[in-house]
């Protein structure tokens, strides 16, 4: 039961002993609102509301949001709260194939390494949220990958305690490792800038990404001084995905659209009905939302951002846009 996981002195995500503060009063209104601190050792420290937390229950993904609330105490993040109105960004921010996550346990151990060379002392039992899985069984599958690609060195091994150290390529790895910012409010707008799909903005790709609480970024809507490849370049590190609209094919939107992908970011792709059969082959890979009007564009994309992203920090939930 969900309610036999709040406040009663256990970590509501991985049900260790935890230091516990919950919000009875809201609780017994029934107001889903109703919120639990909590510091456990495994997962960090964290605010997490009922509401949340049925979702959370729901879906089974508790260890997916231990690794995100501890990466967020490891960075320093204070504020860290997962609500019925984040839960399913946060979600989203988890690294879901084998790939991601041994990168992010190696970003994870480079934060503790003192220096180049010096081992960091993994705890099994307790740090395997940073390698987002379940059990310590799979945490060690995944240490022991980072060694045989050749990222990381075993030393020490003992008790379930493992020290580690990163190699030369595992610091190259940790230093090309994009770095999107996963907390920004931005959308980056990548589409033909012509008068023929001013409404497919405006009425359409506007709306739909302000409706999911993100906002958009147009580059010919913003004032710069510098040159434009660089304005362009820093907004897309800047925002948290690119949408990406190929009608007329103009090959920035293919360039922007490539630039946000090597860095990590979700990339939505859209394209009106009537130019789709000029779409290059190397995007027809990828699910592309094909649009009739200003009008489809904007439901089909905001299901998109939903579905793909998850609400952003700007979102109001007592707004909606049409399903």
Not at 17 to 31: I, K
Not at 120 to 137: Q, T
Request: aromatic share 10%; proline share 3%.
């Amino acid at each position: 039961m969900v309610d036999d996981r709040l406040g009663h002195d256990k970590c509501p995500l991985c049900q260790l002993p935890a230091v516990s503060h919950f919000d009875t009063v809201l609780y017994r209104h029934g107001d889903r609102s109703a919120n639990n601190h909590v510091k456990c050792d495994r997962c960090g420290e964290f605010d997490l509301t009922w509401g949340a937390l049925e979702r959370i229950d729901e879906l089974g993904v508790d260890y997916l949001l231990s690794g995100i609330t501890r990466e967020w105490t490891e960075t320093g993040k204070k504020d860290g709260k997962i609500s019925e109105d984040n839960v399913n960004t946060l979600i989203n921010l988890a690294p879901r194939t084998l790939k991601d996550r041994r990168r992010r346990l190696l970003k994870a151990i480079s934060r503790k390494a003192a220096g180049f060379e010096s081992e960091v002392m993994i705890d099994c039992n307790r740090d395997h949220p940073f390698a987002f899985v379940r059990a310590k069984n799979d945490f060690v599958f995944i240490l022991g990958l980072l060694q045989a690609e050749g990222s990381g060195n075993w030393g020490f091994n003992k008790n379930d305690i493992i020290g580690v150290t990163i190699t030369a390529q595992g610091w190259d790895l940790v230093d090309e490792m994009p770095r999107p910012t996963m907390s920004s409010e931005k959308a980056f707008v990548a589409m033909w800038l012509n008068d023929e799909v001013n409404a497919a903005y405006s009425e359409g790709i506007e709306p739909a990404i302000k409706s999911t609480g993100y906002n958009p970024i147009r580059i010919d809507f913003k004032e710069y001084a510098e040159s434009v490849i660089d304005e362009i370049i820093a907004e897309i590190k800047e925002s948290r995905f690119v949408v990406a609209d190929f009608t007329e094919h103009r090959n920035g939107v293919y360039f922007e659209a490539g630039y946000g992908k090597g860095l990590g970011l979700d990339v939505i792709w859209t394209c009106r009905h009537d130019h789709m059969t000029k779409l290059h082959f190397d995007i027809r890979g990828f699910n592309v939302i094909v649009w009739n009007d200003p009008a489809d564009l904007r439901q089909k994309l905001s299901r998109r951002i939903r579905a793909v992203v998850g609400y952003g920090p700007l979102h109001d939930p007592t707004k909606t846009l049409g399903s």
